[in-house]
């Protein structure tokens, strides 16, 4: 069966509840976890001839703690658990593709992933990381959806 599991965060509660049913499902396994919060790489955005691209350093920071306090919780979740769980960020400038980049790097062989389970008009502008990753993943892709 699966040894080795990468669950996609984004510290949204419905992330946060895949990443609870897949330390559960890694406990029933045996199977070790690796969350990954996949952090964009910001694009060069000039508004009104101003280069927006580097985010003010407080604000920077805040994200930067807000992503450690959110991969603490994952740690903090995995042990309580008695589940081997490696919690990390990376960089990507598509999030599907740091989520199949790091699913390969390390060796899983399931994704388990939360879907927002977006419609119309907010699927378009904002995509579908979840279907990008269910149509290029090379392994099995295991998605929880919110049924509210």
């Known amino acids: 069966m699966y040894k080795h599991i990468l669950v996609p965060t984004d510290g949204t509660e419905l992330s946060k509840l895949a990443v609870q049913c897949t330390l559960d499902l890694a406990k029933a396994l045996g199977a070790k976890v690796t969350a990954v919060r996949v952090s964009g790489k910001p ?23 807000e992503i450690a306090q959110h991969l603490d919780w994952v740690r903090a979740e ?6 081997d769980c490696e919690a990390i960020r990376v960089e990507s400038e598509q999030a599907w593709k740091g989520i199949l980049e790091t699913a390969e790097a390390r060796g899983c062989d399931l994704i388990a992933m939360a879907s927002h389970g977006r ?30």
């Open 78 to 83: 995995a042990n309580a658990r008695g589940v």
């Open 119 to 148: 419609a119309g008009v907010a699927a378009k502008l904002l995509g579908s990381e979840t279907k990008k990753v269910l149509t290029h993943s090379k392994i099995p892709v295991l998605v929880y959806r919110n049924e509210t």
């Open 43 to 65: 694009a060069h955005i000039v508004v009104f001839g101003v280069d927006i691209t580097e985010l003010p350093e407080d604000v920077r920071q805040r994200i930067d703690r």
